[in-house]
Every structure is written in C-alpha cells, then in structure tokens.
C-alpha cells in the first residue's frame, strides 16, 4: 500500500460564526495563542507524515498563503535586531510542509471544497483537516487515522460523542463494532445534521477524515443536500452504500471548535495553560479572574 503522503484543509468558507472578527482576517487566521488556527492544522498533518498539502481557498484568503510563504523583509528586520527566536519561527512557518493552493469559486459547501483538490491528489488515499477543528498538540488524533487507514486500506474518520442537542450540527454515524479490532468502529450510515429524533447515534464527525480515492468519484455524483449544499457526508454514504468499507474511531479530548467564540477561548486558555512560559501566569489570572466572579 502506497505511503498517505497527502492532506486536504479546506480553506474556503466565510467564517460567520466569529463576524465581525473574520469580515476582513480569514476565520482560519484567527489565533489561537502564538499562531492562527490553520497552522496548528498544517503542523498537525506534518507531524502524522503528511507533508503533501492542498489547501482549498476562495476569494479574500491571501492572508492564508501569505503566512506561509517567506518574509525576506521581515527577516531582515529580524535578525538585524538580533530577535533569534521570532526569526526562527518566522523561518519555520514556510518549511512546516509543501503547501499548493487551489480555489472554491463558490460557497457550495464542504464537499464541493473537497472536490477542488481532486487533481492535486491523483487518485490517492488522503486526508481532511478541517483547520477551524484545533486539536492539542499532543492528541494522536490524525496518526492514529493514518495508522487504521495503513491496516485496513479504508477510509476512517474521527468520531466524538456529543450531547443529543448538538447532533442538528454535525454528520451523524451508525455504527456496528468491527471483530477483532476494538480501536475501530464500522460506519454502516451517515447523515447529515440530523434532528435529535432521527440522528442514527450520538456519534459526531469530528473534523478529521482520511479518505480513500473512492469519495472523489462519489463527490461527482453528488447533488446538493442540507443547506443547498454539496456535503462530504452525502458521499462518505454513498460510499458507504457501495459496500466499500468506512470505519470510524471514536476519541472523547482534545479538541476545539475555534470557529465559535466559545471555543475559540477554550482552545486559547488549555493551550496557554499547557504552554510552560504562560501556564502558570494563566492559571493565576484565572483564579483570580473566577475570585472576582
């Protein structure tokens, strides 16, 4: 089996949860402490091997390939200040892995944004990191997808348990266990934003797919579904449908919505917290903070 060398992050979408904060700045260049959201999800796919990045863009998104290219004058400006340890990750954002970019030149929805990058991946296995889905560091989240796609040759996604109230948002899986193997689960359906009496379980998409070249063909057959919108759900079940196997692993941590202003402050104080500089400074202001409260 040919190594997943490659990673889909799509890029494209408004970022309406956060206005007026994204009107100008892409949702996916909101920060979470030291660095936007879309490069957490950039340095999280290098870390699980994948250095082979398509990132799916629209209009006003410059700011994304902007960040990743080099910044010779601010380099310069660097160094010659002798601020070695800015200048290092400066440096570091334009060798985190080899990003190409290709546009959505209409909102119409997550899969028709994944089927841009249909001739950057050549009919390979890939994976899709939904960049405003930020995940700790330290979650082996997207490795251990990569690994079950290694053992099972199949498409496997993320799954997270949610309350029954917040299944309206999300993909929706059935599922049935898989003998043998108690770290994957096999998705025998899957709906799109479901209401809580219809949503087959309580187990979610979680933003983290990896996906074999049979979602391409199943994304061309696709029509428009929830919201008018061509939908990655609709045609993981069609593939499902075609009795090509999809599992799913289920996780319960480490992730964080940042594309709600909610979730946005959570994933900014668990990474401060968990930073070694900030963590203790943070904790203090919180204490202090939640005293005055």
Not at 37 to 58: K, Y
Not at 60 to 66: L, P, Q, R, T, W
Not at 122 to 131: C, I, K, Q, T, Y
């Amino acid at each position: 089996m040919t190594k997943l060398t490659k990673a889909v992050i799509p890029a494209a979408g408004w970022g309406t949860r956060l206005l007026p904060a994204t009107k100008a700045i892409p949702k996916e260049m909101v920060p979470v402490l030291d660095r936007p959201a879309m490069q957490w999800a950039v340095e999280e796919a290098a870390a699980a091997g994948l250095s082979d990045i398509c990132v799916v863009t629209s209009r006003a998104k410059s700011a994304i390939e902007d960040h990743f290219d080099t910044a010779p004058e601010l380099e310069a400006a660097l160094e010659r200040r002798s601020k070695t340890e800015a200048l290092e990750a400066v440096r570091r954002t334009a060798t985190l892995a080899k990003l190409h970019y290709t546009r959505q030149a209409s909102a119409l929805g997550l899969g028709h944004a994944v089927a841009q990058a249909a001739e950057h991946i050549a009919g390979e296995a890939f994976a899709v990191l939904l960049p405003d889905v930020v995940m700790e560091p330290s979650s082996p989240l997207l490795r251990e997808l990569v690994s079950a796609h290694g053992r099972t040759g199949a498409s496997v996604l993320a799954l997270i348990e949610v309350e029954p109230e917040e299944v309206s948002s999300y993909g929706c899986a059935a599922v049935e266990p898989v003998p043998g193997d108690d770290s994957l689960v096999r998705i025998t359906g899957i709906v799109e934003k479901p209401s809580p009496a219809e949503a087959p379980s309580r187990l979610t998409v979680a933003g983290r797919y990896v996906l074999t070249p049979a979602i391409m063909e199943a994304l061309r057959r696709t029509e428009p579904g929830a919201g008018g919108e061509i939908q990655l759900t609709d045609a993981i079940e069609a593939v499902v449908d075609s009795d090509e196997p999809v599992y799913g692993h289920i996780f319960d941590s480490g992730l964080y919505d940042t594309g709600t202003a909610l979730g946005l402050i959570e994933a900014n104080v668990a990474f401060a917290l968990a930073d070694p500089q900030l963590g203790p400074a943070v904790r203090k202001m919180l204490k202090e903070q939640s005293a005055r409260e």
